[in-house]
C-alpha cells in the first residue's frame, strides 16, 4: 500500500499568513493526487485535484503542487474560514490512502 | 441541485450487518465512480470502498474485503454499502462520495454522512 505521510500534524497561524503543508508518498504516484479541507462535524470537501487543477468554486489563494513524490498545498493568505484540517489523497492505485491530516488553528 | 444523501446508520452488536444507502440527486448517477470513505470519532479519513459506473468494477481495502460489499442501482440513483461481521473497528462516520472525473480523481461530492456505531 502506498503510505501518504503529511506535515507537519498541526500549525498556528495568523489571518493573512502563507500557510504550507506538505505531503510525501511512499512512492512514485504520478500527479494523482488530492487535497480536501474538512471542518469539525462537516464532510470533506475537495481544494485541489490531480495535484495542481483547483476544484471549481475554490477560491484562488489554495494552490498545489508536485516535485517527485513531494506535493504542497500552500494557501497564499489565510482567511478566517480557512481553520480546519487539510487532507492529502493518493487516487494512482488501490488502496486509496488518506495522508493523516493537518489542523490549521488560530494562532 | 447536486446532492448525496446517506442512510441506514446506527448501533448494531460486534458480528451483526447492516446496510448503508446512498441517494444520489442532480446529476447523471450513471456516469460516474462512486466511492465510500469513513472516519473513526476524532481520527482521519479512511478510503473504504469504491464502484465503477456500471458495477463491473470494486475494489475495496484489505481490512474490509470479504465482509463489506459495495454495490449500486443506477435505475434508483443509489449507491449501496453492505457490511456483514461489524467489528468495534468499524464504528466511523461512513460517507458516500462521487468520484470527480476519472477514477484516478478525487472526491467531488460528499454526503452529510451516517454514523455506524459496532458495541455490544
Known amino acids: 500500500d502506498i503510505q501518504m505521510t503529511q506535515s507537519p500534524s498541526s500549525l498556528s497561524a495568523s489571518v493573512g499568513d502563507r500557510v504550507t503543508i506538505t505531503c510525501r508518498a511512499s512512492q512514485s504516484i504520478s500527479s494523482y493526487l488530492n487535497w480536501y479541507q474538512q471542518k469539525p462535524g462537516r464532510a470533506p470537501k475537495l481544494l485541489i485535484y490531480?495535484?495542481?487543477s483547483l476544484q471549481s468554486g475554490v477560491p484562488s489563494r489554495f494552490s498545489g503542487s508536485a516535485s517527485g513524490t513531494d506535493f504542497t498545498l500552500t494557501i497564499s493568505s489565510l482567511q478566517p474560514e480557512d481553520f480546519a484540517t487539510y487532507y492529502c489523497?493518493?487516487?494512482?492505485?488501490?488502496?486509496?490512502?488518506f495522508g493523516q491530516g493537518t489542523k490549521v488553528e488560530i494562532k | 441541485e447536486v446532492q448525496l444523501v446517506e442512510s441506514g446508520g446506527g448501533l448494531v452488536q460486534p458480528g451483526g450487518s447492516l446496510r448503508l444507502s446512498c441517494a444520489a440527486s442532480?446529476?447523471?448517477?450513471?456516469?460516474?465512480?462512486m466511492t465510500w470513505v469513513r472516519q473513526a470519532p476524532g481520527k482521519g479519513l479512511e478510503w473504504v470502498a469504491r464502484?465503477?459506473?456500471?458495477?463491473?468494477?470494486?475494489h475495496y481495502v484489505d481490512s474490509v474485503k470479504g465482509r463489506f460489499t459495495i454495490s449500486r442501482d443506477n435505475a434508483k440513483n443509489s449507491l449501496y454499502l453492505q457490511m456483514n461481521s461489524l467489528r468495534a473497528e468499524d464504528t466511523a462516520v461512513y460517507y458516500c462520495a462521487r468520484v470527480h472525473l476519472s477514477p484516478w480523481d478525487g472526491f467531488d461530492i460528499w454526503g452529510q454522512g451516517t454514523m455506524v456505531t459496532v458495541s455490544s
Open positions: 442532480g446529476f447523471t448517477f450513471s456516469s460516474f465512480w
Open positions: 490531480a495535484a495542481s
Open positions: 464502484i465503477k459506473q456500471d458495477g463491473s468494477e470494486k
Open positions: 489523497q493518493q487516487s494512482y492505485s488501490s488502496p486509496l490512502t
